[in-house]
């Protein structure tokens, strides 16, 4: 595929077209497959090229913070299985970490494990789904059923005990609404190696196709300046060379009693992205391992805590890695028992926005590669 930087690309394009002025105008989404949801993207063409892209969002806004703000903290729990629904656990637990902080709630060591354990297998479902709608983005049918074939593997663990199977409401203020079973200790246990072999067969399957090499390498380049400007965070961060994780940089629960890597490439470009999310699930196995064999007893939530929670008077945050990156919660409490401000600040906003510029001179062929390499839920940009 012709290969050329962005100024040579737009007067590649207006040579082709017969001079610079003569444009037309394409909707990229919000029916379109690769927007995965209802995304629009106005995109201004040369010819194939893209002289300038307007991402368009806020066709499925739904007020969560707003919803925040009328209902006390419990009633709020429901909500954040609902912003990025690929995440559900770390949304959750982003809410209940800044309500804990605020009201000085002591979790039980085990809750804590077992919230690790869940977010780590919600990460590895989260990536799989990622990664198979991107796969079949670029033509590729096949990776998607071996991926939704793993991740019902997930799903089938994690309904066990959440009840189910998507958006998932299972921290509780103060711990987790049910303990794991031996079932559950077993099941997650025996799929560590079975993932661990099927990430062999992903390799060799389609991340050492040359086609697919070919569609990503060198195409999308984020530049860590771009990366810092737009506020990019998760993979998209991580794949130009940023070693920024939320586990590692701001460490919450207990991630630090675990031995883990932050996966970081510095090529900048789609590829790289893709091999930070494979390794990721791969970092994410290690943990389940780890939490696992650490797995303390005792009790799976604090019984202390009341049932009409009122949040002291003060401004807290609590931060999360989730799948696409950082996700933020910011309470402002005045000590009601609902809170008097609520704000969410979720990775998929800030890493759409570097779209616009990164996408300019690229061909469109590519800006669909490359929109896959962000890995964008909607629902979590329309909040």
Same mark, same amino acid.
């Given at each position: ?301 604090? %019984?202390?805590?009341?049932? #009409? ?5 003060? !401004?807290? &945050?609590?931060?999360? /890695? $989730?799948?696409? *990156? ?12 609902? %809170?008097?401000?609520?704000? #969410? ?5 800030? !890493?759409? &926005?570097?779209?616009? /510029? $990164?996408?300019? *001179? ?22």
């Amino acid at each position: 595929m012709l290969q050329l930087n962005k100024d040579e690309a737009i007067a590649h394009a207006a040579h082709c077209v017969g001079g610079p002025n003569e444009t037309f105008v394409l909707n990229l989404g919000p029916q379109h497959p690769s927007t995965h949801g209802v995304l629009r993207v106005k995109l201004t063409m040369d010819g194939e090229f893209i002289r300038h892209a307007e991402p368009v969002c806020g066709y499925m806004h739904r007020m969560h913070e707003k919803m925040g703000e009328n209902r006390n903290c419990a009633q709020f729990l429901p909500n954040t299985g609902r912003i990025d629904y690929l995440s559900a656990m770390q949304y959750t637990h982003g809410w209940v970490g800044a309500v804990e902080r605020a009201c000085k709630i002591e979790v039980p060591l085990r809750a804590e494990y077992i919230r690790v354990v869940t977010s780590e297998l919600n990460r590895i479902a989260s990536h799989l789904v990622g990664w198979g709608a991107w796969v079949m983005d670029l033509g590729g049918l096949t990776p998607i059923l071996y991926a939704f074939e793993d991740r019902e593997k997930i799903l089938d663990l994690l309904e066990g005990v959440s009840g189910a199977r998507l958006t998932f409401c299972y921290y509780r203020i103060g711990g987790v609404c049910a303990d794991i079973d031996d079932a559950f200790i077993q099941g997650a246990k025996a799929f560590v190696p079975y993932m661990r072999e099927r990430l062999k067969m992903y390799k060799d399957l389609v991340t050492d196709n040359v086609i697919l090499r070919k569609r990503l390498e060198g195409i999308g380049i984020i530049s860590q300046d771009m990366c810092r400007r737009y506020g990019a965070c998760g993979p998209v961060i991580r794949g130009s060379g940023i070693a920024n994780d939320t586990r590692k940089t701001e460490p919450y629960s207990v991630y630090k009693d675990f031995d883990f890597e932050i996966p970081v490439y510095d090529t900048c470009d789609s590829m790289a992205r893709y091999l930070v999310r494979m390794d990721e699930m791969e970092q994410s196995l290690r943990i389940i391992e780890q939490s696992l064999a650490k797995l303390p007893e005792g009790p799976f939530i604090n %019984p202390k805590v009341p049932r #009409l929670l009122k949040v002291p008077a003060g !401004n807290y &945050s609590y931060a999360t /890695e $989730a799948g696409r *990156g950082r996700f933020m919660v910011r309470l402002v409490a005045d000590g009601s028992d609902k %809170p008097y401000r609520v704000k #969410l600040r979720t990775p998929c906003l800030s !890493n759409m &926005s570097l779209f616009a /510029e $990164a996408a300019e *001179g690229m061909m469109i062929a590519d800006a669909i590669a490359f929109m896959g390499s962000l890995d964008l839920v909607i629902p979590d940009i329309d909040r």
